[in-house]
């Protein structure tokens, strides 16, 4: 089997048994012409370092390690030398403690190795999160950041492959990192999953898209914990980039709304002007002219004028409504008065129709804008005397 084709945890465990028999071959060698002369206390203290190197290769390899020092103190330095016999208790002894403390040492050191990884491949995960996070917050294209996020996520968890597939307001986001044909797979048909993992890319109320992960020999609960959290990000971007695009699309309005009504304020303004002119000139010269049919012309003119004033007050009055801009002012209004307004504002619209109004003397006060009010008559009165039919 080449050594490329092995996975990381088979080539850590092939270094600590090598390294574990490098160490105990050169120990034996070493402290064999010293068997005679050195406690053998002193000589299992020594091959402890056995063990110890063997942790490289994790728990399992350090119990072998720890096994394989122990069967090289009783056959090279317990008496009689040469057998896996041992002629004292006092070397019985030393056996005992080094293979337990050879065990103990493997499984501390085993433990802490594991604590030192956990907390490495956590910080690393952070990092990761916060860096992606940072990356599709800052990004303008929401796409472009997710295919870079998901080649650190494959890079971090050294998955065998990696596809997402994200529906964002710009357009579909498809990135995959690895060897990603059961992963793409698995996009397409969620029957074809088989042992690859599928995960909605969704927030509380919407799903954006979905991420197919292949592990291979498995994700495991820290490696869960960072694609889930990856997954939130993720449905996170895609929401943001929808309301930014909602945003953009309502400030645009916004500002088309503005023009347009300063546009109407501009134009409603402009026209008022000339038509106060003409109804004050068609009024001057009504004044003072005896020819009956000029006199009507002109009264038909200071009506028509009239009547445009109106509608160009009303266009006035419907661009502060939209704006936001027209506040009703409400004060106490007589009743008789508001109606004999509205129906003199309106004496030509009626011109040859009946028109009877009856207000009781006991009708309290209404409160209301009165300009707003009679407006309101004025409006119902020339629609009735526009569209009522004769009688």
Not at 186 to 212: C, M
Not at 311 to 333: A, F, N, T
């Amino acid at each position: 089997m080449r050594m490329s084709a092995l996975r990381a945890p088979e080539r850590r465990e092939l270094y600590g048994a090598g390294a574990a028999l490098v160490v105990v071959v050169a120990l034996g060698l070493a402290l064999l012409p010293l068997r005679d002369d050195v406690d053998p206390g002193t000589i299992a203290l020594v091959l402890l370092a056995v063990p110890l190197t063997a942790s490289l290769g994790g728990r399992r390899v350090a119990l072998l390690g720890a096994a394989a020092g122990a069967l090289a103190f009783n056959y090279l330095f317990t008496r009689p030398y040469g057998t896996l016999r041992i002629a004292t208790d006092e070397d019985v002894a030393a056996l005992v403690v080094y293979a337990g403390v050879g065990v103990a040492l493997a499984v501390a050191i085993d433990r802490l190795r594991a604590a030192r990884d956990l907390a490495s491949f956590r910080a690393a995960g952070a990092t990761l999160l916060r860096d992606v996070t940072e990356d599709l917050l800052r990004s303008e294209h929401a796409a472009t950041a997710l295919a870079r996020a998901v080649a650190r996520l494959h890079e971090h968890l050294r998955l065998d492959g990696l596809a997402l597939h994200v529906d964002l307001p710009s357009g579909a986001c498809d990135a995959s990192a690895g060897s990603a044909a059961r992963a793409l797979a698995a996009l397409a048909d969620a029957e074809a999953a088989g042992a690859v993992r599928r995960i909605q890319v969704a927030t509380s109320d919407r799903v954006y898209g979905v991420l197919a992960i292949d592990a291979g020999a498995g994700l495991g609960p820290e490696g869960a914990r960072v694609v889930e959290a990856f997954v939130g990000v993720a449905a996170l971007a895609a929401a943001r980039e929808g309301y930014e695009q909602e945003r953009v699309a309502r400030r645009a309005v916004e500002q088309s709304d503005r023009l347009r009504a300063a546009l109407l304020q501009s134009v409603t303004h402009d026209l008022r002007t000339p038509l106060t002119a003409i109804r004050a000139g068609a009024s001057a010269l009504a004044a003072g002219e005896a020819d009956p049919r000029r006199r009507e012309l002109l009264d038909d003119l200071d009506r028509e004028a009239a009547r445009l004033a109106r509608l160009v007050d009303d266009m006035l009055d419907l661009s502060r409504i939209e704006s936001g801009q027209l506040r009703p002012r409400l004060e106490p209004l007589p009743v008789d008065d508001l109606v004999a307004e509205a129906v003199d504002a309106v004496r030509f619209a009626l011109a040859g129709r009946d028109l009877h109004v009856d207000v009781p003397e006991d009708v309290p006060p209404v409160a209301g804008d009165e300009t707003m009010l009679r407006q309101v008559l004025v409006n119902l009165l020339e629609n009735a005397a526009a569209h009522a039919p004769s009688g």
